[in-house]
Each structure stands twice: as C-alpha cells, then as structure tokens.
C-alpha cells in the first residue's frame, strides 16, 4: 500500500495568510493526487485533483503542485471559511490512501 | 448536479452487520465509480472499497476483504456497502463517494454507525 504523510499536522494563522501544507508518498504516485477540505461534521470537498487541476467552483487562491512523491497545497490568502482540516489523496493504486489531515485554525 | 443521498444513521450490536444505501441522481450511474469510505470519530479517512456500475466487480481494501460487500443496482441507481461481524472500532460516519479518475468529486451527506451493545 502506498503510505501518505501531511506536515503539519496543525497549524494556527491568521486571515490573510499564506497557508503551504505538504503531502508526501512513499513511493510516486505519477500525479495522481488529490486535496480535499473537511469542514466539522460535513463530507470531504474536492478541491483540487491531478495535483494542480482546480475542481470547478474553487476559489483561486487554492493551488496545488509537486511531482514524483511530494506534493503541496497552498492558499494564497487564508480568508475566514478555509479554516477546516485538509487531507491529500493518492489515486495511483488500490487500494486509494488519504494522508492523516492538516487541521488549520485561526491563530 | 450529482447528488447522492445516503440512508440513515444505524445502531448495530457487535457481531452483527449493517447494510448503507447511497442513491444517485443527476449523471451517468453506470459509467462512474463509487466507493466507500469511512471516517471514524476524530479520525481520518479510510478508503473501504469500490465498484464501477457497468463492470460490476467490487474492488475491496485488504482491510475490509473479509467484512465488506459493495454492490451496484443500476435500475435504482443505488450503490450498497454492508459490513459484516461488526466491533466497536467499526463506530464511523460512513460515506458513500463517486468520481472519474477515482478521486472524489461527489460525497453523500454520511451515515453514522455506532456498534455498541
């Protein structure tokens, strides 16, 4: 199975922020790498799949990117409704494995 | 618009199994991929298994192989996933997903399953 580890586990910012979080495989995963965002008591939402491709109706200041086993999620400038816990996803090969979750909250 | 609507929270007894629906609308049934995943409380997400309509094999987590059945009624179209010899680390908020390339575009709303006696 093909393992996937986030850093950081948890991180504290302010609105206006620039938010990096990092994804990575233990082994490459050819891009095929999704993020998802996880409000409190909701489903997952797609945010990003294919590494940089931006789901539709996201906004733009989330961008996805790396290569081969790392991979990153940013947002550009945390606005109030990002604060939520992110996960990444790999999709090379069954069986699918998500990353433990960065949870971001408000510093 | 996709939307897929799942059934209600359930309360089993240990040894004993539950059986989630997830019924689509809006789309394609058959040619997208459904699978379940489930999170269990303050955790994160564990994928369980799959299965493509029109093919009809289920591909299972080696996790789940024993204990878990994903099936697909496509006159209902209607995706079912039933866990077997449930045990209390089975107590998880279970989610039906649908998507292309097997990431996720499409969530249900979840199911709770609390296993207790």
């Known amino acids: 199975d093909i393992q996937m580890t986030q850093s950081p586990s948890s991180l504290s910012a302010s609105v206006g922020d620039r938010v990096t979080i990092t994804c990575r495989a233990s082994?490459?995963?050819?891009?095929?790498l999704a993020w998802y965002q996880q409000k409190l008591g909701k489903a997952p939402n797609l945010l990003i799949y294919d590494v940089s491709r931006l789901e539709s109706g996201v906004p733009a200041r989330f961008s996805g990117s790396g290569s081969g086993t790392d991979y990153t999620l940013t947002i550009s400038s945390l606005q109030p409704e990002d604060f939520a816990t992110y996960y990444c996803q790999q999709y090379q090969s069954m069986p699918f494995t998500f990353g433990p979750g960065t949870k971001v909250d408000i510093k | 618009q996709v939307l897929l609507v799942q059934s209600g929270p359930e309360v089993k007894a240990p040894g004993s199994s539950v059986k989630v629906s997830c019924k689509a609308s809006?789309?394609?049934?058959?040619?997208?991929?459904f699978s379940w995943v489930r999170q269990a409380p303050g955790q994160g997400l564990e994928w369980m298994g799959g299965?493509?309509?029109?093919?009809?094999?289920?591909n299972y987590a080696q996790n789940f192989q024993d204990r878990v059945t994903i099936i697909a009624d496509e006159s209902t179209s209607t995706a079912y996933m039933e866990l077997s010899s449930l045990r209390s680390a089975d107590t998880a908020v279970y989610y039906c997903?649908?998507?292309?390339?097997?990431?996720?575009?499409?969530w249900g709303q979840g199911t709770p399953v609390t296993v207790s006696s």
């Open positions: 809006g789309g394609s049934f058959n040619t997208y991929a």
């Open positions: 299965i493509i309509p029109l093919l009809g094999t289920p």
């Open positions: 082994q490459g995963i050819t891009n095929s």
């Open positions: 997903a649908r998507g292309g390339g097997t990431y996720f575009r499409n």
